[in-house]
């Protein structure tokens, strides 16, 4: 799948296969004793988890030690407090997700002004520059996630119908790219669709901001939530309506993929493939700490995840067999 | 759109009315030397700006009314009590930025010292005029909703792919000046001013990148830099004892059009180095087989556009790196030229070409130091800027505040809290209206009238 969106500098995508190393690339890795730390915006998603675990497993291969994973629980204050004490410990690398574009820019600055290697996951700070601040950005093409996700609810919304967009409400590359991108496939593909919009600040307010969204909007007839932990919060706060709006979201965390497979409310997923993603980030690390030039943004196209599909790319995903509750349901296994 | 918080503020409550009229030339000099740093306490204003202590004071309380600076935080003391910090409130207002690129949009929220403080860029083909002013309007109202509380905006400043010639004497445009052939009489400019009750400016890319670059990437604190930015079109800008060298009528830096010969053919700079080309040479290496990689391509439903061969020369296809290095040599030919003339400390390759790989920057190099005296070469530095399209959202940035806080134009407005109350403003947004309902009436008018 080709990649539509642009960099956060407005820069072309670099596949991941740009960042391939070579046995004698791993050779040369081992023989530094590399040290790396990884700061994450929280590790609490199923995302953020296997996301980590593709990092830590390609550095292991390349005899990277990983010093330290850092869960910030979205906060900027955590994640400033992180940054400054690993800074005194002089890795290798710092592996960091910006909790915010805003209040923690000084904070990653500080990490590539000390010399050390940062690369980034999804989110830059604004004004950093890829080559002078950091070394790379990694992420999931977002523009194109969010065009999924819109393609994937338009087939449930009627004429004339309104969908809903749950956004996050902090600046954040990401979040922002999928909202954008959600909203200029409704104005050119379906333009009988108006997009009505409410933000959350935290994912425990998704589900009221998704109620009263659709209390003041009574046309809205499906949903979109910008990443699948809100979602589920969204799914929780208006499975009691009647009728329940479809919703598309971004991520097959394990909860969203049950609700596809059972039949909604969840009706698609614009899939990430955090492994992967994972695997690229730390071969971006090891390409930058050999003294060898990486691209300025490393993109990975998405998944398009519907009922249909839902069971392979839960493997392909998150390699490991569906429950054996939803391969009952769905009729793939007789037996309990 | 927005209503001017600091409406409330123009007239003075109570106490004896001061001379404000005309204090309004030391007024413009006191809130440009806090603007602009030179100064950070009321002692430095006195020593800086040479007037007394009384009248910086009076001139602070009308500044701190009207919301431009604010002394609200404690400097260091060196002594006695510590001295309040005089500062620009940067954040009394926004600036929206714009960036039209031949198949890009960007677009971007800056404060009033001109710093970036969201961007977003996005894919578009800009030859259908009304889809993408329609699609300027929805991203401009993306940013200011996305903000906790609707900012009074000030200023948009845009940056579009061609020379803008405009008249340096005006504060800001009324008219949409022609900048490509397919936007004649696109009314832009009008419309943004119209729709968001602001002022507007426009400039090329070229002119807003090389600004952008001067002031947030590789050429900061540079006094003479040469900008060259390579895609479809290939254009220069030039910075001159720190400054911007803007020309007779604002049109330098066309190099896209000089002639230049390559083997047996000879065509313009654009036309044998440029995107076109490189898109041009990857097809047909595509559909003849000649590169296996974008041959590959091709077969899996993707276009070969310059971006494709970029990352194909980057993975290693020979073709792909042949036609890099040929694009390569023929700008570095132009360029040295420009060196051997100019002199510059730095040269900074930008655009989406030089952005994706590393090998035009390469080649334009070997050409420079190639043909280049040494004296020129000495110190040279030839740099790949980092900025990406975000030079051109801080250059255009930049040109705002430039514009807003000039002192012949800040006269007009600053007693009065807000560049969108400058009376020439106010005067040009009068004249659109009628303008604007002149043609809706005629367009309403029976037949025959």
């Known amino acids: 799948m080709k990649i539509v969106g642009l960099g956060p500098h407005g820069e072309s995508a670099s596949p991941p296969e740009r960042v391939t190393l070579l046995p004698q690339d791993i050779t040369a890795a081992c023989a530094k004793k590399l040290r790396v730390a990884i700061v994450m915006h ?64 000084e904070a990653h600055l500080a990490i590539s002004e000390a010399g050390i290697k940062l690369v980034l996951i999804d989110n830059v700070p604004t004004g ?61 593909n379906r333009p009988d669709v108006a997009v009505k919009t409410a933000t959350f600040s935290t994912i425990g307010d998704a589900g009221h901001e998704a109620a009263q969204l659709i209390n003041d909007h009574s046309e809205i007839a499906g949903l979109f939530v910008v990443w699948d932990s809100p979602c589920i919060d969204v799914v929780r706060a208006v499975s009691k309506r009647n009728p329940i709006p479809p919703i598309t979201t971004v991520d097959l965390g394990h909860e969203v993929a049950e609700s596809l497979a059972k039949g909604g409310p969840v009706i698609g997923v614009a899939g990430q493939r955090p492994f992967q993603q994972g695997e690229a980030v730390a071969r971006t690390t090891i390409t930058t700490l050999l003294d060898r030039n990486c691209p300025d943004w490393v993109a990975l196209p998405g998944l398009i995840v519907s009922r249909s599909n839902v069971i392979e790319s839960y493997q392909t995903i998150w390699r490991k067999p569906m429950s054996r509750e939803i391969l009952i349901e769905l009729n793939l296994l007789k037996s309990k | 759109m927005h209503k001017d918080k600091s409406a409330s503020n123009n007239q003075r409550g109570k106490g004896r009315p001061r001379n404000s009229e005309v204090a309004t030339a030391s007024l413009v000099a006191v809130l440009n030397h806090v603007r602009l740093g030179q100064t950070t306490t009321r002692q430095d204003l006195e020593r800086v700006s040479e007037y007394g202590r009384a009248i910086i004071a009076d001139r602070l309380a009308i500044l701190t009314e009207l919301g431009l600076v604010n002394e609200s935080e ?219 990689y974008l041959a590959d391509l091709l077969l899996r439903g993707t276009d070969i556009t310059a971006i494709e061969v970029c990352q194909a020369a980057q993975m290693g296809d020979a073709v792909s790196t042949e036609i890099i290095v040929q694009s390569g040599r023929i700008i570095g030919g132009v360029v040295a030229t420009l060196a051997n003339m100019l002199n510059p400390q730095l040269i900074v390759i930008a655009g989406s070409i030089a952005q994706t790989n590393d090998i035009l920057l390469a080649s334009v190099r070997e050409a420079v130091y190639g043909a280049s005296h040494p004296l020129v070469t000495r110190d040279l530095r030839i740099l790949r800027s980092q900025m990406g399209n975000s030079a051109a959202l801080l250059g255009a940035a930049g040109i705002a505040v430039s514009a807003l806080f000039d002192p012949t134009f800040l006269k007009g407005w600053i007693l009065l809290g807000s560049p969108t109350r400058h009376p020439d403003f106010l005067h040009g947004l009068e004249t659109l209206g009628s303008i604007t309902q002149q043609a809706n009436d005629g367009a309403q008018a029976p037949p025959g009238r």
Request: with cysteine; proline share 4%.
């Open chain 2, 74 to 292: 404690t400097g260091v003391a060196t002594g006695g009590r510590a001295p309040r910090r005089v500062q620009f409130t940067k954040d009394r207002a926004r600036l929206v930025v714009v960036t039209l690129d031949q198949s890009a949009i960007g677009v971007g929220l800056a404060d009033l010292s001109g710093k970036l403080l969201t961007e977003h860029h996005e894919a578009a083909n800009i030859t259908d005029q009304t889809k993408t002013v329609a699609r300027i309007y929805a991203l401009i109202n993306w940013l200011m909703t996305r903000q906790s509380e609707t900012p009074d905006l000030w200023g948009i400043s845009i940056s579009v792919p061609g020379p803008v010639l405009t008249d340096p004497n005006a504060a800001f445009l009324l008219e949409t000046p022609n900048f490509l052939p397919s936007w004649d009489k696109s009314g832009l400019v009008e419309a943004l001013m119209q729709r968001f009750d602001a002022p507007v400016w426009m400039n090329s890319n070229v002119d807003a990148m090389t600004m952008g670059e001067l002031h947030g990437g590789t050429g900061i604190d540079q006094q003479t830099m040469l900008f060259i930015k390579v895609g479809q079109r290939i254009g220069a800008g030039l910075v001159s004892n720190g400054q911007p060298y803007r020309g007779a009528v604002r049109a330098t830096g066309l190099i896209g059009q000089l002639p230049v010969t390559s083997g047996d053919t000879t065509g313009t700079l654009d036309a044998m180095a440029g995107a076109n080309m490189i898109k041009a040479r990857g097809t047909e290496a595509a559909q003849s087989g000649e590169s296996a």
């Open chain 1, 42 to 105: 929280t590790l609490e998603s199923n995302w953020a988890r296997l996301l980590v675990q593709g990092v830590i497993g390609t550095l292991g291969e390349c005899g990277a030690i990983v010093i330290d994973v850092v869960d910030c629980n979205f906060s900027s204050a955590t994640q400033i407090d992180a940054l400054d004490r690993l800074r005194k410990e002089s890795p290798d690398a710092i592996i960091s997700l910006p909790v915010n574009n805003t209040t923690v820019t």
């Open chain 1, 128 to 188: 950093m520059l890829p080559g002078k601040d950091y070394v790379s950005l990694v992420s999931a093409d977002n523009f194109g996630l969010g065009r999924i996700a819109a393609e994937l609810l338009s087939d449930h919304l009627p004429q004339g119908a309104a969908a809903g967009v749950l956004a996050y409400d902090a600046d954040f590359f990401a979040t922002n790219e999928r909202e954008i991108a959600f909203s200029r496939w409704m104005e050119v």
